[in-house]
């Protein structure tokens, strides 16, 4: 990715909050790069203190330790920012499902907190985390921004409600919102371990333990898994488009490319093989369909293309190589 296009947003005050996670902590990353002065916000309740260590020493970053549940502690993250990039979420479905009270509490209360502490400490501009799970039912292929269905879990309802949120401050308090509609985002620095572990990690890490993935369904399930540097770039231009148009709107955050699971794992060992060629011999095992899963998964990038002038770097075969260099070498160390 070109980030010359982005030189604007150096000595920009930037908080993350979630920025000790996955996708924050990428994106603390590139914009400290970009000599942006970064603010991270973090509980550390999903997000990890060694995705941050890099950063540390480094002048232009702060690290918060704070829960956005607390609105205090969203204003005073909030002072003196120019823009807020909101990661901050308990994601997951099954975990939805198991307690949809604390996802409620973190995904909508704490959205509510950041919103109106961004409000009220004057932000130029607050681009949210939003979800392709707010799809639900819908069975329209591709996925375009302005047809939905009804959510199929609680995490999507907390999703859909970040989104009508961020439309009613944008329309009340002239603040300017952009949401990002994450699909199946994969890449390094993704945690393959716990209970809720998003399937590519997961996958990785048990082929390379020489032990059988297990496929929820028959395999036929089908997503359009998007690489970390696809999801950065959706970020950067959210906050540096300078189109009116563009503004207080939601964009399919893909590649606009769907795999099935099938086809995924034979990717995954594909390329893991060539480190340890027992991986070849590793047999797939299936079980019972997820509750709260869509069958097939496509975004439409159109939008984000016209408007924001998004041009995805990776498609899966590429990005899988790249995260599969990553995780060999770092599970291993």
């Excluded at 947003?9 to 970009?34: R, W």
């Excluded at 959205?111 to 409000?119: S, V, Y």
């Amino acid at each position: 990715m070109n980030t010359e296009q982005f030189k604007q947003l150096k000595d920009k005050n930037i908080l993350i909050t979630g920025g000790a996670g996955f996708i924050g902590s990428n994106l603390c990353e590139i914009l400290l790069k970009l000599n942006a002065k970064v603010t991270c916000l973090d509980n550390f309740a999903t997000g990890h203190q060694h995705n941050i260590t890099p950063f540390l020493e480094d002048s232009n970053f702060t690290l918060m330790e704070g829960d956005i549940r607390d609105f205090d502690t969203c204003l005073k993250a909030c002072k003196d920012q120019d823009y807020v990039l909101h990661q901050a979420a308990l994601g997951s479905v099954p975990r939805s499902i198991n307690d949809p009270i604390t996802t409620n509490d973190v995904n909508v209360g704490g959205f509510l907190n950041m919103l109106t502490a961004a409000r009220d400490e004057g932000v130029k501009r607050f681009v949210y985390a939003a979800s392709s799970s707010t799809y639900g039912d819908s069975e329209n292929l591709p996925k375009v921004e302005h047809i939905i269905g009804k959510p199929l879990s609680p995490y999507a309802i907390t999703k859909y409600v970040n989104e009508l949120y961020a439309d009613v401050f944008g329309k009340t308090y002239n603040m300017n919102c952009i949401g990002l509609r994450y699909f199946n985002v994969f890449g390094r620095r993704q945690d393959p371990n716990g209970a809720y572990a998003a399937v590519i990690p997961l996958f990785v890490k048990q082929f390379m333990e020489h032990e059988s993935p297990i496929i929820n369904g028959d395999g036929t399930f089908s997503r359009d898994f998007t690489y970390i540097d696809n999801v950065l770039q959706m970020n950067l231009l959210a906050m540096t488009t300078d189109n009116k148009e563009s503004l207080n709107q939601v964009y399919n955050t893909a590649v606009g490319d769907r795999t099935t699971l099938i086809q995924l794992t034979e990717l995954l060992k594909k390329h893991l093989a060539k480190f340890d060629g027992e991986i070849s011999k590793v047999k797939i095992k299936h079980g019972p369909n997820r509750k709260g899963d869509i069958p097939h998964s496509l975004a439409s990038i159109e939008k984000a293309v016209e408007l924001l002038g998004y041009k995805p770097s990776h498609k899966i075969k590429e990005g899988i190589k790249e995260a599969v260099d990553w995780y060999w070498k770092n599970l291993r160390e």
